[in-house]
């Protein structure tokens, strides 16, 4: 399943996150890779330890929290601690996969990734090129959107980022491990969610049929999740 959420950050918060992040120390993006993304990627990471990616992480964990549709759509369990990268001169990262499992380097934290998260931290006017072109069933779907916004995407899909070839692109990622494993199995409990959302705003969440659904989205979820 692929979902843009949109104002996961507000402009305002946007701009405050980039405060703390452009003033922050930057490595080369590798710091992070393992070893076939490091044959294909080119850009630059803000310091994973640093006290600036610790502050715009957690702004971005705050934000995911106060986002139903973020909750919705990935039922989240854990959060790998949000990342900061950039591209320009061209840089781009060539196709790859996640790594399965994510590790926080000098801690016992660690996650199944099931799901990828981009969030985008400039105006895609600012820049040409740096779309993030993910590969699914039907094809590639190319993915650049408005600073504040963020996509959600299967960890285990092939996905690349085109060259930037003007101006900078810079983004947040991370990755989430869901109660939920099976993609299909969170898509249909996504769709049932919006639907019940839907009918509850027209019927209100004291109607039968509301009450009903909303058993069988939980009793769905209980059957499903690892948590």
């Not at 990616?53 to 995911?64: I, N, P, S």
């Not at 139903?68 to 990262?93: C, E, H, I, M, S």
């Not at 600073?147 to 996905?159: E, I, K, N, Q, R």
Request: hydrophobic fraction near 45%.
């Amino acid at each position: 399943m692929l979902i843009a959420i949109p104002d996961v950050l507000t402009a305002t918060e946007v701009a405050t996150v980039r405060g703390i992040i452009d003033a922050g120390e930057w490595v080369d993006g590798n710091v992070t890779s393992g070893p076939q993304s490091a044959l294909a990627k080119r850009n630059e990471q803000l310091a994973e330890d640093s006290a600036a990616a610790r502050e715009a992480g957690g702004a971005v964990l705050d934000a995911l929290g106060r986002s139903p549709l973020f909750v919705a759509a990935a039922l989240p369990l854990k959060v790998f601690p949000p990342l900061f990268n950039r591209y320009a001169g061209g840089q781009d990262f060539g196709s790859h996969v996640d790594n399965a499992v994510r590790m926080k380097r000098g801690t016992d934290f660690r996650i199944r990734s099931d799901l990828s998260a981009t969030l985008f931290l400039e105006d895609p006017d600012a820049y040409d090129g740096g779309e993030l072109v993910i590969e699914g069933q039907f094809g590639e779907q190319k993915v650049k959107l408005p600073a504040g916004h963020m996509v959600l995407y299967p960890a285990s899909s092939l996905h690349r980022v085109t060259p930037v070839t003007r101006g900078t692109r810079v983004a947040s990622f991370f990755w989430i491990q869901s109660m939920v494993r099976d993609d299909a199995a969170r898509r249909i409990l996504f769709d049932l969610d919006q639907g019940v959302q839907a009918v509850a705003a027209d019927k209100g969440h004291g109607d039968a049929a509301v009450i009903r659904l909303t058993g069988v989205y939980h009793n769905l979820l209980r059957r499903w999740a690892d948590a």
